[in-house]
């Protein structure tokens, strides 16, 4: 499918094309369900892009051209390059690294088993030339550190010769490829591989004839934060300081620091203190959430850190409410500095489905933080967080299947969830719909002005 942007004349026309899975599929290949995609992210400059699957891999794809621009070019080269052009030039996506985050769990105590698929990837700031992100399957988040190393490929080498090393002793140069070299599950390299080029003698590189020098990436897993979930993880989102995130589930928000993996605050909690007070319905939606909502209880859907200021957060409810939360006022945020809702302009208007599909299933932070972007199953909603009364703008997305609410209640697809999110300059936004082409002509070019 093809579709011309709104502004034509800086740029060519988008050629969209649906994928659940990257990488050439050959004709008549089955699709396995662990290479489905499950979770995605861009990091800030959106050079990186972290890709988790169903079966708990996260791979790392990179702009082609940030790595042209890291490479030494002359400065000729530098000043006969056409910014101009280049600006409006469509990013290309290279594979650059791939290692397996989580692993198929059972948990004994309450006879579960969790799955090993990838809920949230989210981008952690650089430190020393390192890349950090965060994975997290239902029940745990990893901390994964990425570091670009080079090396060594070998071309040939002279098993003919031999020489003495200062001590005396017979040396023979050997051969060394670093190609199909073996890993370990969770991405870690064997030692014997890595340290095998690193002790390269003298004498040995001198015989060894270098082809290149290869770039690589390594992930090594430094903290896993567990046990602190009873329900499925939802959210998880990265602070602004650089030291805190939150994981989120249905009934609770937790505060950790990235460097303590076996401790994190309570922050948020309805919990009722007797859970039989919860329904069985209820029960039955925290443990299958394509199930029902109870109208009288409320669940989180989403939750998420303001982009500057490191005190404040916002979570979203299945009532359809957005709280907007001041960390500093308690220990415990249980109270909201700001409900976001919108007032019921119709009194008596209300029907069967209406709380069902009221439910915000995803929020995003637009831009600044001065604007929230919520989706619920209908609509997509623009919201002034100054203006807690209603959004400012309303984007219908699904407002042609309003008909049919009986028919995908029956069928529980009144249920399903849509993510949104929203480009780097706070201009553009994405989100999910049943028919691509509908939903395509619904938001292409729509601009996000207050």
Same mark, same amino acid.
């Given at each position: 499918? !093809?579709?011309?942007?709104?502004?034509?004349?800086?740029?060519?026309?988008?050629?969209?094309?649906?994928?659940?899975?990257?990488?050439?599929?050959?004709?008549?290949?089955?699709?396995?369900?662990?290479?489905?995609? $499950?979770?995605?992210?861009?990091?800030?400059?959106?050079?990186?892009?972290?890709?988790?699957?169903?079966?708990?891999?996260?791979?790392?794809?990179?702009?082609?051209?940030?790595?042209?621009?890291?490479?030494?070019?002359?400065?000729?080269?530098?000043?006969?390059?056409?910014?101009?052009?280049?600006?409006?030039?469509?990013?290309?996506?290279?594979?650059?690294?791939?290692?397996?985050?989580?692993?198929?769990?059972?948990?004994?105590?309450?006879?579960?088993?969790?799955?090993?698929?990838?809920?949230?990837?989210?981008?952690?700031?650089?430190?020393?030339?390192?890349?950090?992100?965060?994975?997290?399957?239902?029940?745990?988040?990893?901390?994964?550190?990425?570091?670009?190393?080079?090396?060594?490929?070998?071309?040939?080498?002279?098993?003919?010769?031999?020489?003495?090393?200062?001590?005396?002793?017979?040396?023979?140069?050997?051969?060394? !490829?670093?190609?199909?070299?073996?890993?370990?599950?969770?991405?870690?390299?064997?030692?014997?591989?890595?340290?095998?080029?690193?002790?390269?003698?003298?004498?040995?590189?001198?015989?060894?004839?270098?082809?290149?020098?290869?770039?690589?990436?390594?992930? !090594?897993?430094?903290?896993?934060?567990?046990?602190?979930?009873?329900?499925?993880?939802?959210?998880?989102?990265?602070?602004?300081?650089?030291?805190?995130?939150?994981?989120?589930?249905?009934?609770?928000?937790?505060?950790?620091?990235?460097?303590?993996?076996?401790?994190?605050?309570?922050?948020?909690?309805?919990?009722?203190?007797?859970?039989?007070?919860?329904?069985?319905?209820?029960?039955?939606?925290?443990?299958?959430?394509?199930?029902?909502?109870?109208?009288?209880?409320?669940?989180?859907?989403?939750?998420?850190?303001?982009?500057?200021?490191?005190?404040?957060?916002?979570?979203?409810?299945?009532?359809?409410?957005?709280?907007?939360?001041?960390?500093?006022?308690?220990?415990?945020?249980?109270?909201?500095?700001?409900?976001?809702?919108?007032?019921?302009?119709?009194?008596?208007?209300?029907?069967?489905?209406?709380?069902?599909?009221?439910?915000?299933?995803?929020?995003?932070?637009?831009?600044?933080?001065?604007?929230?972007?919520?989706?619920?199953?209908?609509?997509?909603?623009?919201?002034?967080?100054?203006?807690?009364?209603?959004?400012?703008?309303?984007?219908?997305?699904?407002?042609?299947?309003?008909?049919?609410?009986?028919?995908?209640?029956?069928?529980?697809?009144?249920?399903?969830?849509?993510?949104?999110?929203?480009?780097? $300059?706070?201009?553009?936004?994405?989100?999910?719909?049943?028919?691509?082409?509908?939903?395509?002509?619904?938001?292409?070019?729509?601009?996000?002005?207050?």
């Amino acid at each position: 499918m !093809s579709s011309s942007s709104p502004d034509s004349s800086l740029s060519a026309p988008l050629h969209w094309k649906f994928s659940q899975v990257f990488g050439e599929k050959a004709p008549g290949e089955d699709v396995q369900n662990s290479d489905l995609i $499950s979770a995605i992210e861009f990091d800030k400059s959106g050079r990186h892009l972290a890709v988790g699957d169903r079966g708990g891999r996260v791979i790392i794809f990179e702009s082609k051209e940030a790595e042209e621009t890291n490479e030494q070019r002359s400065r000729i080269e530098l000043e006969a390059v056409d910014f101009s052009s280049k600006a409006h030039r469509r990013p290309i996506y290279q594979y650059k690294a791939e290692f397996q985050s989580h692993e198929p769990e059972f948990d004994y105590l309450k006879s579960l088993e969790i799955e090993e698929k990838i809920n949230r990837v989210r981008w952690c700031m650089t430190h020393g030339g390192s890349m950090f992100l965060l994975s997290a399957n239902d029940k745990t988040v990893k901390l994964w550190k990425l570091k670009e190393h080079k090396v060594k490929q070998v071309k040939e080498t002279d098993h003919s010769s031999a020489v003495h090393s200062e001590n005396g002793l017979l040396a023979e140069a050997s051969y060394i !490829s670093m190609q199909g070299k073996p890993t370990v599950p969770n991405g870690h390299d064997m030692e014997w591989t890595t340290n095998a080029v690193k002790n390269i003698s003298p004498v040995q590189e001198a015989q060894a004839k270098i082809s290149s020098l290869e770039d690589s990436v390594r992930a !090594s897993c430094r903290k896993v934060y567990a046990h602190a979930h009873d329900f499925n993880i939802n959210s998880v989102s990265n602070n602004s300081d650089g030291e805190t995130f939150i994981s989120a589930d249905d009934l609770r928000i937790n505060l950790w620091n990235l460097d303590v993996k076996d401790q994190c605050f309570n922050i948020i909690d309805i919990k009722p203190s007797n859970m039989e007070d919860l329904t069985a319905v209820t029960m039955h939606v925290l443990l299958c959430p394509n199930f029902i909502l109870a109208l009288c209880s409320e669940v989180i859907t989403s939750a998420e850190f303001h982009p500057s200021h490191c005190n404040l957060l916002a979570y979203s409810s299945s009532r359809g409410f957005i709280h907007l939360i001041d960390m500093r006022q308690s220990a415990l945020c249980d109270k909201s500095a700001t409900i976001l809702q919108e007032t019921e302009h119709q009194p008596g208007s209300k029907s069967f489905f209406t709380e069902i599909i009221a439910s915000i299933s995803d929020i995003k932070f637009v831009n600044d933080g001065q604007c929230i972007l919520s989706r619920d199953f209908m609509n997509l909603k623009l919201w002034d967080i100054r203006k807690d009364s209603m959004p400012v703008k309303v984007f219908k997305v699904h407002e042609h299947l309003r008909p049919k609410l009986c028919e995908l209640y029956n069928n529980d697809s009144i249920f399903d969830k849509f993510e949104c999110c929203v480009n780097g $300059s706070g201009s553009h936004f994405a989100t999910g719909s049943y028919r691509f082409h509908h939903a395509l002509q619904t938001l292409l070019g729509t601009h996000l002005t207050t």
